[in-house]
Structures are given as structure tokens and as C-alpha cells.
């Protein structure tokens, strides 16, 4: 009420689950009161007031621990299901999350910053990989001490990646890392709109006003179209 944002879900909490299962359980446990809720959530985004503007999605938090991977994957799941072409992106370069959710070795996948800093657009087809979600294609990222993110966010080959996403997907969920980064305020400015998983006894109304605060900076210098959703 304070920041004025929508409560677009309220998600039930998953105990004695690991991380992995919690990010499956669209695909797992169809039936459960949580893949309701966020087929619930993938309903209201398709509705004609938010079809248009939520082609690339945004799944942020203020700090590690949120739900955010699992709630990015859950909705890229959920997409999928309803028959639309879905990318997810591991945005996260520095700790990527998705290769241990699907269950990937390290070594047995295009990685996202590699194949940017070879910066050749006609790699970007190698990187989607095919998941056991049907329309479902992933974008994993692998760690570097070698490949510095920031260093690939001062070219123009990240604005030429979610180009090419845009062409060849309905839609594309992005998983980013937490709170606000080189990394985030890049992809801010390729995505329409953020949504924040927040979980109500760990969050801080400080921490989200000024993420708030600094997405709205990032809307009116670099992306007009950007927007927080809700939460």
C-alpha cells in the first residue's frame, strides 16, 4: 500500500522442500494449491490489460532468499503449458541457479556469458536447451573467473541478445540476480515490466522503496516502457 504496487499473487509456502523441487512444481505437482496460484498469476498476465506489455518478464528481489528463481521458473513453466514458445534466462552470471534446477552438468551446455563474449550474434541460437517441459527452452549461465559481467554489459551484444529473444519466443522470463547490479540495470532495460517475489518475514519496506526508486530512474533514462507489475 505504501509504494503503491499490486499484489498481482499470494503464493502458499512449500515446506521441507529443496530449492530444485520448489522451482518444478508446475511440472511436478500440477494439482497442488501453489501450481494453481501461479497458473492464476500466468492467467491474469495473459488477460487483454496485460497481454501486450509482458512479452519479457523480469523476476527480481531485494535479497537472495525470496523465491525468486523458483518463481521464475514456475512461471516460464506455466506459460509453456498454455502452448506458448517460453524462454527462461539465467541472467544471473555470477551465481547461476537454473543448471542445478534442471539438472544439467556444468560442462554440458552453452553457457550465456561465453557465448556473449565471443560476441557473434549467430551463436545465440546454440544457447536455448531443450527441457522435459514441452515449449520450455532454458538459457543457462556458467560461472567464469575469466568473463567479468560487467565488463559484457558495456557492449551492445546483451541489447542484441534479447533482440533475438524477442523474435523467436512468445515469451521470455528472466531470472536476474538479487537487488541492484551492473548485471540487473541491463536488463531492466531489455525487459516490459518486473515483478518481485517477496516473502513476508524476511523483506524490508526500505529495501523495496529503493529498488522501486531505482527502476523508476532506470524507466526514465534508459527504458520507458519498464515498469514494476506488482509483487
Known sequence: QRLRLKALGVFPHLRRKQRAQVALTMHDDPFSQYAESMAGLRNLLDSPRYHDVTKAILVMS?????????????????????????????????RPRLAGVFGREADSFPSLPHILARNDTSLFETLPQKTQVPSLDVVYSRASRSISPSVLMGTNIITDFFAWARANYDHIIIDTPPALSVLLINAL???????????????GLQGLASLHENIADVREYTNPRISVMGI
Open 62 to 94: 531485494t535479497q537472495p532468499g525470496e523465491g525468486k528463481t523458483c518463481s521464475s521458473t514456475n512461471l516460464a513453466i506455466a506459460y509453456a503449458q498454455s502452448g506458448q514458445k517460453t524462454l527462461l534466462v539465467d541472467f544471473d552470471m555470477r
Open 189 to 203: 532495460t531489455a525487459a516490459d515490466q518486473c515483478i518481485i517475489p517477496l516473502t513476508a518475514d524476511r523483506y
